[in-house]
Nanobody, 121 residues
Framework: QVHLVESGGGLVQPGGSLSLSCAAS????????MKWYRQAPGMERELVAL???????DYIDSVKDRFTISRDNDKNSVFLQMNSLRTEDTGVYYC???????????????WGQGTQVTVSS
């Protein structure tokens, strides 16, 4: 069984910063691409940032130069440093990972439970 556990959400004023963490635990072989998604109220879930196992990253345009995704492969963890936060960054942030379980060649997708980020004055 594989679990992704997020932490680090909260309430912050516009212009402030928050840092999110997500760690994978359980029985698996390797963690490949890790992603952060977010879902604002009444909106569809959207991909915010991703990082592959080699450290190559990509971001949606609205968070470029404000958010930084990073990972620690030894700890099977991914992080999202969010600076210069805006009210439109409010939402539930979800960690996502593509994981090999070791008994076949497939990659399985797992999700965290989500952590609330609220940007408000």
């Amino acid at each position: 069984q594989v679990h992704l556990v997020e932490s680090g959400g909260g309430l912050v004023q516009p212009g402030g910063s928050l840092s999110l963490s997500c760690a994978a635990s359980g029985n698996f072989a390797n963690v490949f691409t890790m992603k952060w998604y977010r879902q604002a109220p009444g909106m569809e879930r959207e991909l915010v940032a991703l990082i592959d196992r080699g450290g190559v990253t990509d971001y949606i345009d609205s968070v470029k130069d404000r958010f930084t995704i990073s990972r620690d492969n030894d700890k099977n963890s991914v992080f999202l440093q969010m600076n210069s936060l805006r009210t439109e960054d409010t939402g539930v942030y979800y960690c996502n990972a593509e994981i090999s379980l070791g008994w076949d060649f497939r990659l399985y997708e797992f999700w965290g439970q989500g952590t609330q980020v609220t940007v408000s004055s």
